[in-house]
């Protein structure tokens, strides 16, 4: 079999007409930015997430650097992140001036331990920043908790878990702001980058979305020094069509997942996905680790499938945040993580047979 890691054709095709016809009404309309196709996703996003309040956004980086500006952010303050997540989590912390705090996921489900929190508070310390690590909801109850305690804001980056829950509460929900990614291959994605804020606060919501169009609710008429960050009319068509289908998405996605998990739980050598208890993975990412990761990768390249590792390089090893002076060896879990996980395929469309192929071809290497 040829089976590729993502099958970005292939997912959209399904939705082929229904793009046709949002794209003629928006060609048809002839208002691209700031119009009635955004204001319907808003709305639309907004009560999926059991939100009050969506302001579409450029792109999922965006959405975090501005929900670090309207909640007051800057220079010298401190910001707790998870040492093992995508590096947009720590980049927006850097924008804002303020400083990355990494603290350890834990080991099973590579998602932040809240356990570690609290050691990292400090009295510079201003926001909690959990990641839906992999399509995993993190343990949010116990986050809100400790900052509740501490009296910390929380910025929840839910860029890959769009529909996953903890304790019977959706994630992008939790946050006092929660940002979002509508990349293409995200469960919700858009034909292009997109991104978005959610949030119950009056404030905020209305700060982002001033802030977001140069800083201005009223055209040449500015408040503050905003930037260029809207979620265009076409993009905005094309979501509010895919999301009506994201629940059968995800769906499809956890019973693809539980085949792997059937097929892979009892190979020696290998660890699947955890979930924590009371939260849900709507598997954005499905991911396994071995030592021999890479010896599975090629092995797994020579039969035809597909693969991605997420992420191979931590964030602070990467160079860009040589300048906080970490090492090898500051954070062993993330590392172990970086240095043996390996993503196989799955995605909306992938059959079930080349699901249970790609569980022989992995079986078959571990017992050569």
């Not at 003629?24 to 002839?30: A, N, P, R």
């Not at 998870?82 to 990355?100: C, E, H, M, Q």
């Not at 509460?169 to 702001?177: D, E, T, V």
């Not at 949030?199 to 977001?212: F, G, M, P, Q, V």
Request: aromatic share 8%.
């Amino acid at each position: 079999m040829n089976i590729p890691y993502l099958n970005l054709k292939q997912i959209n095709l399904n939705y082929s007409a229904e793009l046709m016809d949002a794209m003629k009404s928006v060609l048809d309309s002839g208002w691209f930015i700031l119009g009635k196709s955004l204001e319907q996703f808003e709305k639309e996003y907004a009560s999926y997430n059991r939100t009050k309040h969506c302001a579409g956004l450029a792109n999922g980086l965006d959405a975090l650097i501005l929900s670090l500006k309207v909640l007051g952010i800057k220079e010298g303050d401190e910001v707790i992140v998870p040492s093992n997540t995508y590096i947009a989590s720590w980049l927006a912390v850097s924008y804002v001036g303020a400083k990355p705090v990494p603290v350890e996921p834990r080991w099973e489900t590579c998602n932040i331990n809240p356990e570690l929190i609290e050691e990292k508070i400090t009295n510079k310390t201003k926001v909690i920043m959990p990641v839906n690590l992999y399509g995993q909801a993190a343990e949010l109850d116990k986050i809100m908790a400790i900052a509740q305690k501490h009296g910390l804001n929380v910025l929840e980056d839910n860029a890959q878990a769009q529909g996953a829950v903890c304790n019977g509460r959706l994630a992008g929900s939790w946050g006092h702001i929660n940002a979002t990614s509508f990349y293409p291959g995200k469960n919700l994605g858009a034909l292009g980058d997109a991104g978005a804020i959610t949030t119950d606060s009056d404030e905020l919501a209305a700060k982002i979305k001033i802030i977001r169009n140069y800083g201005s609710e009223k055209k040449y008429y500015n408040e503050t020094k905003g930037v260029n960050s809207r979620l265009d009319e076409l993009q905005a068509a094309f979501l509010s069509v895919k999301l009506r289908n994201l629940d059968d998405v995800n769906r499809e996605r956890q019973k693809l997942a539980g085949l792997y998990d059937a097929g892979l739980n009892a190979i020696e050598g290998l660890t699947i996905p955890s979930v924590a208890d009371g939260c849900t993975s709507v598997h954005h990412i499905y991911q396994v680790r071995t030592e021999k990761r890479d010896e599975l990768q090629k092995y797994l390249n020579e039969k035809g499938i597909g693969t991605l590792i997420h992420y191979p390089i931590p964030s602070h090893l990467q160079q860009a945040y040589s300048d906080l002076g970490y090492k090898k060896g500051d954070f062993p879990i993330a590392e172990k993580i970086s240095e043996t996980t390996l993503s196989i395929p799955l995605y909306q469309g992938l059959k079930e047979e080349e699901v249970l192929y790609i569980v022989d071809m992995i079986k078959s290497f571990f017992n050569a």
